[in-house]
């Protein structure tokens, strides 16, 4: 009656997305830490160092160690975003008001289906990547559900009924849409290099833009326009600082999250870290390698399960240190002025991306014209 | 009249026009700034330096010999801006020998630290240099009662300071000489 095969496989996905959840959850939270840790150190500070948990805390070395990171904030975080009352304001649209912090979560879990973090090697030396689901149109999945994402955010700004939060959605979508133009934009150039004709590469998937960098040049090497453009518009789709104008904390108070506290305000804040952690590892696919190792050098590790560890763990790090460049440039650059973000996004960015675009079109023709 | 000069600004080159070149400085600045020195003091584990003219909690101090200098003139509580001071005056207790050219000492000395401004005007007024702000600069309570300092605290906080004068004893000496006051 039921067929055994067929539930195990739905089982062993579903136990397969909840470790992915929690991986990428955890990675978010952090992140926070990160970020925490990171901005004290480059203002002078020290930063969290007291969050400590009765039985490791007392460890002789590694408890003092793990105390003076901050190991265990996050958790405390977390657990007072939790016991924290949950405050409806009278003046809100309940209904947009509890969904908002929802619509902007999902789309960070959803994307994250698609991503390869490395690959398994079968007996027979056949590789088979590691992710939830090999989308042939995995790139376009990824563009399309992650810019879903801003509509937690102006929905958040809309239904709070208040004037800061209202307009942090308002620079929210404005930004939304004139970035999310330059990002496809900027990508197109990659997937026309890679699926030449002939390389067997073909169509939007991820996995096949990670292979075609193995032993080959890293794309950043490439096309690091098309690179530096997409890199611009993740900081702009994330919400980070430069590009933070739902929040900007200065002049909008709290943004688009002004009205939210407790739990919902920190789905809002896991939700732009989940979004940074998946930015990241999006980058790191597409011009970063992946897991492969350097740019023009075969992978040094075996073809074994050994190898595809130390391949995870390879594009982990690549990851960390793009979530790393993020605070890093938070901490650098001031926020820029609304009618910047705009000028910026649409009379450089998006004729840049579109002469790049053109440039890219000419090279790949001339160089895959047939031989006469 | 002072001769205006009008900077001629140089044109932005087109690298700096995309900020990338600046960009890349100030992350540089940013990156080295991690691994200097961190300027902040872990409070509870680490107390920050008091200089010596610090203003702290006033204090009662006695001098050298053990012997309370304050002799309750009360200058200090009139002075007192908030009116925080109130001295009940008694009279020098019979058995301390060292004291006899005092005519009078405190019963009870109350400070009350939720009034207090640490203007220092106390220690500024006392003839007796009895009072000090020293470098105690910490001071908390669960209750409005706890933050009233009385004698026995003021003069657990203040200690004994050296004396430069010894009053009582160059008084004590020239009344032995016969010309006191």
């Not at chain 1, 289906?113 to 939830?132: A, D, K, R």
């Not at chain 2, 330096?49 to 200098?69: A, F, H, Q, S």
Request: glycine share 8%; proline share 6%.
């Amino acid at each position: 009656m039921f067929d055994v095969e067929l539930l195990l496989m739905i089982g062993l996905k579903v136990l397969f997305a909840l470790l992915m959840i929690g991986a990428v959850m955890t990675m978010a939270g952090y992140s926070v830490l990160a970020e925490r840790k990171v901005s004290a150190w480059m203002q002078g500070r020290v930063g969290p160092n007291r969050t400590v948990l009765p039985l490791v805390g007392s460890l002789p070395f590694v408890g003092r160690f793990l105390k003076g990171l901050g190991i265990f904030q996050p958790l405390a975080d977390g657990l007072k975003f939790l016991f924290k009352e949950e405050m409806i304001p009278g003046h809100v649209n309940k209904f947009y008001y509890n969904l908002a912090p929802i619509v902007a979560l999902v789309p960070a879990l959803t994307t994250m289906t698609v991503l390869p973090f490395g690959e398994f090697f079968t007996e027979n030396g056949e590789s088979i990547p590691l992710m939830l689901a090999n989308l042939e149109v995995g790139i376009l999945f990824v563009l399309a559900v992650s810019s879903l994402g801003v509509y937690g955010i102006v929905l958040a700004g809309w239904s709070s009924n208040s004037k800061y939060p209202f307009l942090g959605g308002i620079r929210s979508s404005a930004q939304m849409i004139s970035y999310e133009l330059a990002m496809g934009l900027s990508l197109l150039p990659v997937f026309l290099w890679v699926s030449e004709p002939g390389t067997g590469a073909m169509g939007l998937s991820l996995v096949d833009i990670v292979n075609s960098q193995s032993q080959n040049a890293w794309l950043l090497l490439v096309q690091p326009l098309s690179a530096l453009i997409f890199l611009i518009a993740l900081f702009a789709e994330t919400n980070r600082l430069p590009f933070d104008m739902p929040e900007s904390e200065t002049d909008l108070v709290g943004g688009f999250h002004t009205e939210y506290g407790g739990f919902k305000f920190g789905i809002f804040f896991v939700a732009e870290y989940a979004h940074i952690v998946v930015g990241s590892a999006i980058f790191t696919i597409v011009f970063l390698g992946g897991w492969h190792f350097l740019p023009w050098m075969a992978d040094p590790w075996p073809a074994t399960w050994i190898g595809s560890l130390i391949g995870v763990g390879w594009f982990l790090a690549k990851t960390i240190f793009l979530i790393f460049f993020f605070i890093w440039v938070r901490w650098t650059l001031p926020r820029f002025r609304y009618d910047q973000v705009m000028n910026l996004g649409w009379t450089k960015l998006l004729p840049l991306a579109l002469l790049n675009l053109i440039f890219y079109v000419l090279l790949v023709t001339w160089l895959d014209q047939p031989p006469a | 009249m002072a001769k205006t000069v009008v900077l001629q600004r140089k044109p932005l080159s087109l690298s700096e026009r995309t900020y990338l070149p600046q960009i890349v400085t100030g992350l540089k600045t940013t990156f080295s700034n991690m691994f200097k020195e961190k300027v902040t003091l872990q409070y509870p584990e680490e107390k920050p330096n008091i200089p010596k003219n610090y203003r702290g909690v006033p204090t009662l101090v006695k001098d050298p010999n053990g012997r309370e200098k304050c002799v309750s003139c009360q200058l200090c509580e009139f002075v007192c801006p908030p009116k925080a001071i109130r001295i009940t005056p008694g009279s020098v207790p019979e058995d301390e020998v060292d004291r006899e050219h005092v005519e009078k000492a405190t019963q009870e000395f109350e400070i009350n630290m939720l009034r207090c401004i640490y203007c220092g005007y106390c220690q500024e007024v006392c003839p007796e240099e009895a009072i000090f702000l020293q470098d105690e600069y910490s001071s908390s309570g669960y209750t409005r009662e706890e933050m009233i300092n009385n004698k026995e605290k003021l003069y657990e906080l203040g200690g004994t300071l050296p004396d430069q004068h010894y009053k009582w004893d160059k008084k004590k000496v020239a009344e032995g000489e016969g010309n006191a006051h």
